[in-house]
């Protein structure tokens, strides 16, 4: 089973360690194993077989020797002295090696391989011996260097998220156009929201090759343990919600709006015709990418069945509002006039409790409850309902 990839790949392994002895006996297979499949019939001198299909399909067509013509089977006794001669032999081989690399069997090429990792092993073993010779050198790290070691530590697992993501994203594109249809093959249930072991396994099943694991921990930035669409493509979530209220406030609903929608009375609507009517409708957002959005199958129609999700998906208040720049600046002149000029007091007394150094929705709802309960002077109903919240979310975030 054994050619000389096999030997190569050993002998690149054993260049990477700390054995003088592995990296010899490496060298050794690597020249044994190279002259056997030369000696194969039907290549030339060179040559080296690619695989070992390769070599056995090659031995395969080497004469068979005739068994008339074969030499007569050896007695005991010269079994015995032949037994003999091969271990001597073998002995004698062990102790030349082990004296010096170089033998017979070593070509020019090979050896000099050899003399060049000899030094790069040799190196290695010295540092790991050192490092095993000296742990309370390893203890002595300063406390500072440990810090520093975890933040080096969490920045690489937060570029490795990120990276996960930019995959992650580029394969939306690629296999279905857009992040929407992606999440329509992960969620047949059309929940909108699901768990890791769920997400892990779609992800697989619909062959995305990616850092699943970073990529799950870098997007439930909440760590709530659920992964929500409005975590995954917060941008297509703004479009989606700004079409669903706008169709709740018109017509009580967005399936209820489809028949507005499609005008020839065909039951499919057609971008073109979405366009006509959302503009017929005076509606705001941008029609040719919302349409790609609504067309989760990429057929180029849709159909009502297409848009029943939206009615069921309740989304964070703050995808349906705008953002509150005028609610933030009040926000901060009344903490200012509370605190003073040191913000950082005011975002863990009513915010960041737990010192975690970041705050989601929920928290800062919280927080915001929170400062309706002090002697904080806030403007009359500022912060009074969660649509007044959301805005200032928006703002924030």
Not at 107 to 136: H, I, K, T
Not at 337 to 360: E, I, Q
């Amino acid at each position: 089973r054994l050619h000389a990839g096999a030997a190569e790949a050993n002998f690149q392994r054993a260049s990477r360690g700390t054995s003088l002895l592995a990296l010899r006996h490496a060298a050794h297979a690597l020249q044994l194993l190279a002259d056997t499949d030369r000696k194969l019939p039907g290549l030339p001198p060179n040559a080296v077989p690619a695989s070992p299909q390769t070599a056995r399909r090659l031995s395969a067509t080497m004469p068979k020797a005739d068994p008339l013509s074969s030499r007569a089977a050896p007695s005991p006794k010269e079994r015995v002295r032949a037994s003999s001669s091969l271990k001597s032999t073998r002995v004698s081989d062990e102790a030349r090696t082990t004296s010096t690399p170089r033998t017979s069997r070593l070509s020019d090429e090979v050896f000099n391989r050899f003399q060049r990792m000899e030094g790069l092993v040799a190196g290695q073993a010295e540092a790991a011996q050192r490092r095993a010779s000296s742990p309370r050198i390893m203890a002595r790290t300063s406390s500072l260097e440990r810090v520093q070691e975890e933040k080096t530590s969490r920045r690489s697992s937060l570029q490795k998220g990120f990276q996960a993501k930019e995959n992650f994203y580029e394969f939306a594109q690629r296999r279905f156009g857009n992040m929407v249809r992606l999440w329509a093959q992960l969620d047949k249930e059309d929940n909108m929201k699901m768990g890791e072991k769920a997400f892990l396994r779609n992800c697989e099943e619909i062959g995305f090759r990616g850092n699943v694991h970073a990529l799950y921990r870098y997007i439930d930035c909440d760590r709530s343990g659920i992964l929500t669409f409005e975590e995954v493509d917060p941008r297509s979530t703004v479009q989606l919600m700004a079409f669903k209220s706008f169709m709740e406030k018109r017509f009580g609903g967005v399936t209820r709006a489809f028949p507005i929608l499609d005008q020839n009375r065909s039951c499919r609507v057609y971008k073109l015709e979405m366009e006509q009517a959302l503009t017929s409708l005076n509606f705001e957002g941008h029609g040719p990418s919302l349409f790609e959005l609504l067309d989760r199958r990429g057929v180029g129609f849709v159909v009502e069945s297409d848009l029943a999700y939206l009615d069921r998906w309740q989304a964070k208040p703050y995808f349906f509002v705008s953002p509150d720049v005028e609610g933030l600046e009040k926000l901060r002149t009344s903490l200012l006039a509370f605190t003073g000029p040191a913000l950082f007091r005011a975002w863990h007394k009513f915010f960041d409790r737990d010192g975690s150094m970041r705050v989601g929705w929920d928290k800062f709802c919280v927080g915001c409850r929170r400062l309706k309960k002090t002697s904080i002077a806030l403007p009359v109903d500022f912060l009074e309902t969660e649509q007044s919240m959301a805005g200032v979310w928006r703002a924030l975030d």
